[in-house]
């Protein structure tokens, strides 16, 4: 995963200097617009990797939206070579209302050998912590999630290690930061 704290949604950071703004990959101004500032979570799948994603948390996700687009590979080799090549593949976004960290935009973008996006969740019904949001068919493909600005604070090594660069290896379940709540309460925020 790379970690983006205090975003500007303009000038995300798809690898070293290649920018793109939320505005172009989910294509809904509006929406955008609530998460400047906010925290950027990417989360890259290896052909090897668990293909399935969950939510991270209690609450309701609304319907999904779907961005038609390209397979481009996701590997850091093609990241750098392809200019906003989230917003060229295959995307679909939803907004997820949690009970504990706000509204979340989940965004899913497609890549090489995926044939298809599949959401498993029901729009509008309640969701738990760890409920399955959906799968990717065969191959790499990514998971993006925005969070408003001051609702979490993403641990210390995994910014570190996205500032220099690298990505960090984490698990389902494994703690990646807390809920900014106030200075003596945190909430756990765990992968999904």
């Not at 948390?57 to 392809?82: F, H, Q």
């Not at 993006?144 to 389902?172: A, H």
């Not at 703690?175 to 106030?182: E, L, P, T």
Request: aromatic residues 14%.
């Amino acid at each position: 995963m790379l970690a983006y704290q205090n975003v500007d949604i303009d000038m995300i950071l798809q690898v070293k200097d290649i920018t793109y703004s939320l505005r172009e990959l989910i294509g809904n101004d509006e929406v955008a617009e609530k998460y400047n500032k906010g925290t950027c979570l990417i989360f890259r799948l290896c052909p090897a990797d668990y293909h399935r994603f969950h939510f991270v948390d209690d609450g309701i996700c609304e319907k999904t939206n779907t961005i038609k687009g390209c397979y481009y590979s996701v590997n850091p080799v093609a990241l750098d070579r392809i200019e906003k090549l989230f917003c060229e593949n295959k995307r679909e976004w939803s907004i997820f209302h949690s009970n504990n960290f706000g509204d979340i935009l989940y965004v899913e973008v497609g890549a090489t050998f995926v044939g298809s996006i599949v959401q498993t969740y029901v729009p509008g019904e309640t969701i738990k912590r760890g409920d399955e949001k959906g799968y990717f068919k065969f191959g790499a493909s990514t998971v993006i999630l925005f969070f408003r600005e001051n609702k979490v604070i993403i641990d210390g090594d995994i910014l570190e290690q996205t500032q220099k660069g690298f990505e960090t290896c984490v698990y389902m379940g494994e703690k990646i930061g807390v809920k900014r709540r106030n200075k003596s309460s945190f909430f756990y925020l765990r992968k999904f």
